[in-house]
């Protein structure tokens, strides 16, 4: 199974709203709705920022939202800030107990 | 609070063996399952394996299927991911990971570098 597609890079302005894309297959993100988003900062372990395709856990600002239409996820994160300049990765349930990463997002606060 | 924290990763031989121990704390350690994930430069986050918090069954990816063995000691607060017949490829930084629901990983340990290099 191949990791899921993500755009190597995003960009924003503060204030502005932007999209990452999670791209996979029927067998993977279309398939069920255990698409999760990490963020992560450089020498650091990532941190769940959305869970269950759209779920937030406590603590995580309602400005990162998730969303998935067919095989593709995404997660828009508004009103961008500086502190959210990190990467991000998706991950997908893709059945038989196994689990695929997108290969991340490097998301840039201009 | 919730900690995981990994050890016994270093440099090893092509071929040699490494074990790699997650000790947790902070929550009731035999109600979760356990998973392993790594990271490198250029293939990002990869999952690894998982066990189940009753201690099975054991899930692998496939690219360490029949090589690295996972397993735990719910007296011990801890889980070990056994690394035979090493390679190149699998030099990364390992994770353990704690779930929320499913396969979403709300808790991380801090990382262990295995690097496989002669």
């Known amino acids: 199974q191949s990791a899921l597609t993500q755009p190597p890079s995003a960009s924003g302005s503060p204030g502005q709203s932007v999209t990452i894309s999670c791209t996979g297959t029927?067998?993977?993100?279309?398939?069920?709705?255990?698409v999760s988003w990490y963020q992560q900062y450089p020498g650091k372990a990532p941190k769940l920022m959305i869970y269950?395709?759209?779920k937030r856990p406590s603590g995580v600002p309602d400005r990162f939202s998730g969303s998935k239409s067919g095989n593709t996820a995404s997660l828009t994160v508004s009103g961008l800030q500086a502190e959210d300049e990190a990467d991000y990765y998706c991950s997908s349930y893709a059945g038989s107990n196994n689990l695929l990463f997108g290969g991340g997002t490097k998301l840039t606060v201009l | 609070q919730v900690q995981l924290v990994e050890s016994g990763g270093g440099v090893v031989q092509p071929g040699g063996s490494l074990r790699l121990s997650c000790v947790a704390s902070?929550?009731?350690?035999?109600?979760?399952?356990i998973h392993w994930v790594r990271q490198t430069p250029a293939k990002g986050l990869e999952w690894v394996a998982s066990i189940r918090f009753v201690g099975s069954p054991q899930y692998y990816g496939d690219s360490v299927k029949g090589r690295f063995t996972i397993s735990r000691d719910n007296s011990k607060n801890t889980v070990n991911l056994q690394m035979d017949s090493l390679r190149g490829e699998d030099t990364a930084v390992y994770y353990c990971a704690r779930p929320t629901s499913g396969w979403a990983f709300n808790h991380w340990g801090q990382g262990t570098l295995v690097t496989v290099s002669s």
């Open positions: 902070g929550f009731t350690f035999s109600n979760y399952d």
């Open positions: 269950e395709v759209s």
């Open positions: 029927s067998s993977d993100v279309g398939g069920y709705n255990y």
